[in-house]
């Protein structure tokens, strides 16, 4: 008879839920989830949609979930990389690139999970054309809302309103350097900051036009060592394993307020 690693024993959304309870996450919470898939390292039954259903699970009916929904190709053509696209191509991308819309505009390098979230039924998404976030639960609506096109993971934003109903960012299988949360401390934090014009296709009246987006200069290249000094400094972080993935559960309040400091304290 084959013998089985039980180590390698594929995963479900059963089993799933009660690690995630255990590793404290609870009924009722705001939680917003960055995740790979891939980083389990385990079958998967029901792949994304296990995970999607598990989170949910989690939670329960009175809790809500949250996730980046972002766009970041529904933008000029201009400073594209990787790839770029030859120029001759600007205008033609310009007149033609379709406007934002939430129900149909997919997320770009968000991932399996964050795609399947999107697509199910009750999911709310917010309008910002790239920074968009989506939410399923009581607080969805509030959540989704009046997202400000200008600075938008600003004070008008999804992320500020986590910051306020005390939300816990649920990091699986991805390190800080994907803790969106950890912008808001950027808008927060008192250091010389460079502002840019981003542009991106809307609907106005039903009408497609470019609009201009006006936002500090994003940068997470320090994320990984923020996050690790706010887990040694703080102990704040909740850290396990589901199959392989490193599985993180932040609070985004303290973190934000950690970042304040810690960016006016390491950056110019």
């Known amino acids: 008879m084959e013998r089985i690693n039980e180590s390698a024993w594929p995963v479900t959304r059963t089993s799933i839920a009660a690690d995630l309870s ?7 919470m705001t939680l917003i989830v960055h995740s790979s898939l891939k980083s389990m390292n385990r079958w998967i039954v029901g792949g994304a949609s296990a995970i999607v259903l598990a989170l949910e699970d989690a939670i329960g009916e009175e809790g809500t979930l949250v996730m980046p929904t972002h766009t ?3 933008s000029d053509p201009a400073p594209w990389q990787n790839p770029a696209v030859p120029e001759v191509w600007w205008q033609l991308i310009r007149d033609e690139m379709p406007a934002f819309q939430p129900d149909l505009t997919p997320t770009r390098a968000m991932g399996a999970v964050v795609e399947c979230f999107r697509k199910q039924d009750g999911t709310l998404r917010s309008c910002h054309p790239q920074l968009s976030f989506a939410a399923r639960g009581p607080q969805a609506a509030y959540i989704t809302s009046d997202h400000s096109l200008a600075n938008g993971l600003g004070e008008q934003s999804p992320l500020a309103k986590l910051y306020e109903l005390g939300a816990s960012v649920l990091l699986f299988g991805v390190d800080h350097g994907n803790n969106t949360s950890i912008h808001l401390a950027e808008y927060r934090a008192k250091y010389a900051k460079k502002h840019v014009t981003n542009h991106a296709p809307i609907l106005v009246d039903g009408r ?11 940068d997470a290249d320090d994320f990984d060592v923020l996050g690790q000094a706010f887990e040694e400094e703080t102990g704040c972080v909740k850290l396990g394993k589901i199959g392989d993935a490193v599985i993180r559960i932040v609070p985004v309040r303290e973190l934000v307020d950690f970042g304040v400091s810690w960016m006016e304290q390491h950056r110019e």
């Open 72 to 74: 970041g190709d529904l």
């Open 22 to 28: 255990a590793l404290g996450v609870t009924l009722g």
């Open 208 to 218: 497609r036009e470019w609009a201009a987006l006006e936002e500090i200069n994003l």
